[in-house]
């Protein structure tokens, strides 16, 4: 059964940072593109952020460009998000979800449970 | 003008059909894209239903019910959702996604209510 487990949400101050974590099972990690896709409270999907399977290809939305790093790491079957210079409207659950091809393009299907990260001082 | 715009709400009886759209803005080439759709229930996350491109070339979710289908409709430059046979368990949230110039895009949601 594939699995997604996400981890590293909290509380951060503006300004600050957090890395988000997504431990990957029943399914060849290194095989596939991830994503992480946001959910304001209360809000609609954003997608926020793309990585291909071997990790040489990225892909990020216009709003965290310059401030969120997407990586893998397909030795330890994890992806990750180091979200730097946060800010109030960052503020969402975070979901990481599996592509099915090595690159982003498709859909996402599964979807992990998600991380909550408030962004407040 | 939003990339992709879907109704934000939906009624509809127990039994019947509901049909939600989702349409591209004026300009994006529907015949172009495929289409995926998503459920999401309260305090879950999205659940992938199926994505559709074409009659010919389209694709159902593991353990999605053929109840849900998917098409497009041309004149409306729209993908289409149609479950039919509604449930109570079909009340939720629907989303619709495109892959746009490498990125991605999301509608704003439909709330289906079943009533």
């Known amino acids: 059964e594939v699995q997604l487990v996400e981890s590293g949400g909290g509380l951060v101050q503006p300004g600050g940072s957090l890395r988000l974590s997504c431990a990957a099972s029943g399914f060849t990690f290194s095989s596939y593109a991830m994503s992480w896709v946001r959910q304001a409270p209360g809000k609609g999907l954003e997608w926020v952020s793309a990585i291909s399977s071997s990790g040489g290809s990225t892909y990020y939305t216009d709003s965290v460009k310059g401030r969120f790093t997407i990586s893998r790491d397909n030795s330890k079957n994890t992806l990750y998000l180091q979200m730097n210079s946060l800010r109030a409207e960052d503020t969402a659950v975070y979901y990481c979800a599996k592509s099915a091809g090595s690159n982003p393009f498709y859909e996402f299907d599964p979807w992990g449970q998600g991380t909550l990260v408030t962004v407040s001082s | 003008q939003p990339v992709l715009t879907q109704p934000t709400s939906l009624s509809a009886s127990p039994g019947a059909s509901a049909r939600l759209t989702c349409t591209l803005r004026?300009?994006?080439?529907?015949?172009?894209?495929?289409i995926f759709w998503y459920q999401q229930k309260p305090e879950s996350p999205p659940r992938y239903l199926l994505g559709?491109?074409?009659?010919?070339?389209?694709?159902?979710g593991s353990g999605v019910p053929s109840r849900f289908s998917g098409s497009k409709d041309a004149s409306s430059n729209a993908g289409i959702l149609v479950i039919s046979g509604l449930q109570s368990e079909d009340e939720a949230d629907y989303y619709c996604?495109?892959?746009?110039?490498?990125?991605?895009?999301f509608g704003g949601g439909t709330k289906l209510t079943v009533l």
């Open positions: 559709y491109y074409s009659d010919s070339n389209k694709h159902q």
């Open positions: 004026s300009g994006i080439n529907l015949g172009s894209y495929r």
């Open positions: 996604m495109i892959w746009h110039s490498s990125a991605v895009v």
